[in-house]
């Protein structure tokens, strides 16, 4: 055997999944719907979230929603309950979403018929930052109940999402969360994210939330359009 | 692991036997480097690659500062602030890579 050499490759390691994010994104673009990711901790409220978002903007808008996890239905069973398309991807072991599977589960959906689509990631604050899924908007949902220096912890994800939202805040109170700290640490690792603050529960603030998106959605079909 | 199965690739076109892969690693890559080391052993087995070695160069977050107009390197993840003049920036220039970017091969 020869003298060992070094032979330069340079390969992302992801640029497969990179590869069929930007088709997902195009072809998103393309049937005028708006794609939401919502990323978390286990338990920070994500699908109770989703839940209470697919049954408000479900009478003015066409609404559906995938849902990673990694053994039940469970999530999807509960989400069902907003009458809106609901299809679960379960992981198995795995412990984030990739394009591929996002793009499998879409396979007998057509796109032209919805205005927006929720991809809820499964539960997990460090691997589904590196996996683009060709979402036009990533939301970081943390929980009052979490902490104020959560961002803090997992920098990265924060740093990749597009925007905030801490929720359970009827719980704020008694659990003395300080709302400013949690607001400069969130700015700390993503300078200016925009950030709601809202109680999936009791519904308070949900308002001002539903306005951007459907905003979000505006403004896209309005690019796409020119 | 996308990292052997690319390396395994490489060694497979290029016809080589590969002893170690060098990975850069950025600190925003969400790539915890430990689990890495750890599971890059066990991703090799029964590979082209078992018995080959992992070698990490990390990438710091090198951002640009509109104010100074220059890069700079980030102190922390954790503060995306220029740390010359403090002002806050989004533009990430460097510190996502997660690339297999050399291999040190045999024929």
Redesign the interface.
Known sequence: ??????????????K?NDVIARALREQFRSAGVFVVSLVSSPGAGKTMFLEKTLTQLQPRYRVAALVGDLATENDAVRLARSKAPVKQITTGTLCHLEAAMVQNALCDWDLNTLDFLFIENVGNL?????YDLGENLRLVLMSVTEGEDKP?KY???F??ADVAVVTKNELADAVEFDWNAARTSI??????MQIFRLSAKTGAGMEEYLSFLVQQLAEQRAVAHI | MGIVDAAVDESQRRGVHVSAVHLRLGALSGVVKDALMFSYEVACQDTALQGSQLIVEDVPVIVFCPQCQQERKLASVQLFSCPECGLPTMDVRHGKELEVFALEVSE
């Open positions: 055997m020869s003298e060992p050499r070094l032979v330069e490759v340079r390969r992302n390691v992801l497969q460090v691997c589904p930052s590196s803090l920098p990265t994800i740093n990749s700015q700390a690792v993503r300078p200016g």
